[in-house]
């Protein structure tokens, strides 16, 4: 009987023994995947780790001490909701070129610029800047009009720029979400909508040799057709088809963005749009010569429903 409970025992002990031995070895394994995993992350943040907004285009201030290590400024970064890990900043930092260049002082971090949208205001700078790269070629094809393409690259220049189309925007910006009067609200459509249109009748009015009084009223037809481009524009996103525009409509009340038809309503609106199109179009008549299809692409600009 002794000899049957000893061999009971000695077979428990060694089925035990297997069996701790197994969640031992899953135990390790499962500790070895964690570990690798781990370190898998923390290495791919290291090289991807960007910062993180606590809100879009917030800024904040951060203050460095004096003696402040790296790891001390990480932890000051997190705090202030700029990056996500201490640990994964302080390898950063020890990697980056710039180890040990971190300075005391308070510094105004923005949030807004996120890598993405960094490369969309190098975009619009680039684009901006080969619009002139192309005009310029004029110069070499046709030199002997020197001086009427000069004429026309200042057009371009001011009509594009702080007194035009990039004024209006910033302006757009500024008063964005607020209510604005119907003069802001002109000055903004003036600069940001009818600018390039100016800018474009008038300088193939000097490039074809055109009078300084002639581009003058080249200028002001522009100017009302821009002008009326936008209020259309405004009067689309709320009665426009979304399938037929090939965007959503409605965008500018859910934006609470100030427009033509809310300041004024959709009827006057509209009457604005058949004023300032009859008045350009009363101006283009004024030339002698052939100008049906300018005449027809201006009313399709004015009368679109796209």
Avoid at 106 to 121: Q, V
Avoid at 135 to 163: P, Q, T, V
Wanted: hydrophobic content about 40%; glycine content about 10%; some cysteine.
């Amino acid at each position: 009987m002794g000899n049957t409970r000893d061999q009971v025992g000695k077979v428990g002990l060694f089925l035990a023994s297997g069996v701790f031995r197994t969640a031992f070895y899953v135990c390790v394994a499962l500790l070895i995947f964690w570990l690798g995993k781990s370190a898998y992350q923390f290495g791919y943040d290291v090289f991807n780790q960007q910062a993180v907004s606590p809100g879009a285009g917030q800024e904040v201030t951060v203050v460095i001490p004096d003696g402040a290590s790296t790891y001390d400024v990480a932890k000051i970064l997190k705090s202030k909701g700029l990056i996500q890990d201490s640990l994964v900043f302080f390898a950063q930092e020890k990697l980056s070129t710039y180890k040990g260049q971190m300075k005391a002082g308070t510094y105004l971090l923005s949030t807004a610029y996120t890598p993405t949208r960094i490369m969309g205001i190098l975009a619009g700078d680039a684009l901006l800047n080969y619009a002139f790269e192309t005009a310029c070629r004029a110069f070499e094809e046709e030199s002997e009009h020197a001086l009427r393409i000069g004429k026309a690259l200042k057009i371009l220049a001011d009509k594009a720029g702080i007194y035009g189309m990039i004024g209006g925007q910033v302006v757009d910006v500024q008063e964005s979400g607020k209510a604005v009067s119907g003069e802001v609200l002109d000055f903004i459509y003036r600069l940001k909508t009818s600018a390039l249109i100016e800018a474009s009748m008038m300088a193939g009015a000097v490039l074809a040799g055109a009078e300084e009084g002639q581009v003058s009223r080249m200028e002001q037809i522009a100017g009302k057709i821009g002008l009326a481009f936008q209020i259309q524009d405004d009067i689309l996103d709320v009665i426009g088809d979304s399938k037929e525009l090939g965007k959503a409509t409605g965008s500018d009340a859910q934006n609470h963005k100030q427009t033509y038809v809310t300041l004024h309503g959709l009827e006057e609106s509209g009457r604005e749009v058949e004023r300032l199109t009859g008045e350009a179009v009363a101006i283009l008549d004024s030339f002698s010569g052939e100008h049906e299809f300018l005449k027809e692409l201006l009313l399709h600009l004015v009368h679109r429903t796209k």
